[in-house]
C-alpha cells in the first residue's frame, strides 16, 4: 500500500525518461555536437601580448613591445605584412598605436603613429622575384584593417552528424540497422562476382586432340609448352593474391558495417533499458528505507551510493563488451537490469515479510549452518563415526599427544 504512490510516480518518470532518451536526447545531441565541432575549429581570441609575436591573423605577423591597459595604447608596433606571398617585402614599425575591433567584429582597426614602413618592389621582365630596389616610407599616421572572418564562428550543416547514432530516434536507428544489412548484402554480392571473375577457366586455348596414353600424366603443367608454363603459373599466382586482397578488404568491410550495427543496436536497446531502470532502482530503494531503521539518513545514503556505483559499473562494462561482440547486445545491455533485478525482488519481499533477513540473529544463524555445512563435508567426520577408526586414531595417535603434552 505505501509503494502504490511510489509506484505511480515511477511509471510516470519511466515514461517521461524514455519520451526524452528516444525523441529529446538525439534531437539535443545533434545540436551538441555540431556547435562543439564548430567551436574547436574556431581560432582563439585575437590578444596581443607584450613581447610575442602573434601569428593569429592570417598573413601578418604583429608583435608589440609594450601595452597599455587602460588606454588600449600599443607601444613599439612591429607588423611583417605577407599578403603578397613573397615573403618579408613589406615591413611596418611604428612608435604607438591603437586597435579597435568594428561594432560586428568582423575587422580590426589599426592606427599607427610616427614610423616607418619598408617595402620592397620586384621586377616583372626577366627573372622572376628578383629585387628592383626599396621603398622607405616616413608617416606619422598609417591606418590598417585586419579581417577577422577566421575569428568568426562558422556553422557546419547539422546533416553533415545526423547519421550518428547518438542523433537518431527508435526509428531512425531501426532503419540504420536495416540499412547496414543490406550494405553488407552489396558488398557480399560484389565480392562473389570479382571472385568467379577471378577464378573463371579460360579454355579456349586447350587443343581438343584426347590424350592417348597408358598413363596418366603427372601434372597439368606437363601438358603445356616450357614457355607457357610460367605464364600460367604467374596468371594463377595474380589471381590468388588478387582474391586475397578482395578478401582482405571485404572482410574489413563487413567488420567496420558490424562494428557499426552493434553500436546502433546499443543506442536502441539503452533508450529501453534506462526507463526500465528507473523501476529496478525504486524497489530497490524503497524497500531498503524500511529494512534499514537505525543510523538516519547516512547508512541509506551510503548504500544507494553503492548501488548506483554498481550499475554504472555494470552499465559500461556491459556497453564495452558489446561493441567487442564478446557479449551479444541484448545481454551486454540489459546486464545492469539482469544483475540488480533479482535483488530488487528480494529486498521487496523481505520488506514485506515477517523474515528479517538482515537482523544479527539471522546472520548468525546463517553462519552457524554454514559451518555445519563445512562440517558436514570434511570426510574426517564421517570416518570419525567408525568405530575402528576411533580406536585407531586412539591407539597410535594417543602416545603422541601425550609426549607432546605431558602435564595433560
Known sequence: RILRPMIAATLIVTAFSFVMSSYVVPWSN?????????????????????????????????????????????????????????????????????????????????????????????????????????????????????????????????????????????????????????VKGEVLGIFAKEVRKSIKVDTSFLSLAVYDGKDAPGSILSQFQKRKRKTILEGALNNSRRIQSLTAKAVDILDKEDRAKRERKIELHMKYALPMACMVFLFIGAPFGSIIRRGGAGVPIIVSIIFYLAFNVLMIQGKKMAIENVLSVWTGVWLPVLVMAPLALFLTFESVTTLNLFSVNTFWTLWRAFLRLLLWLNPLYWLWKIPAFQRFAIRFLGPIIRRLFPNR
Open 30 to 182: 545533434l545540436k551538441l555536437y555540431s556547435l562543439l565541432y564548430d567551436i574547436q575549429r574556431l581560432k582563439p581570441t585575437f590578444t596581443l601580448k607584450p613581447g610575442h609575436f602573434n601569428t593569429a591573423i592570417d598573413h601578418y605577423v604583429i608583435r608589440i613591445e609594450d601595452k597599455d591597459v587602460r588606454t588600449d595604447m600599443l607601444y613599439r608596433v612591429m607588423i611583417y605584412d605577407h599578403t603578397s606571398g613573397q615573403g618579408n617585402d613589406r615591413f611596418v614599425v611604428a612608435d604607438s598605436g591603437t586597435m579597435i575591433n568594428d561594432p560586428y567584429g568582423r575587422y580590426m582597426n589599426m592606427t599607427l603613429y610616427h614610423g616607418v614602413s619598408y617595402e620592397e618592389t620586384f621586377e616583372n621582365r626577366g627573372r622572376p622575384n628578383q629585387v628592383e630596389g626599396y621603398v622607405r616610407l616616413y608617416y606619422d599616421t598609417l591606418f590598417y584593417s585586419f579581417d577577422l572572418a577566421g575569428f568568426a564562428l562558422e556553422r557546419t550543416e547539422e546533416a553533415a552528424f545526423s547519421s550518428h547514432q547518438y542523433m537518431l530516434n527508435l526509428s531512425e536507428l531501426q532503419a540504420a540497422v536495416d540499412s547496414i544489412d543490406g
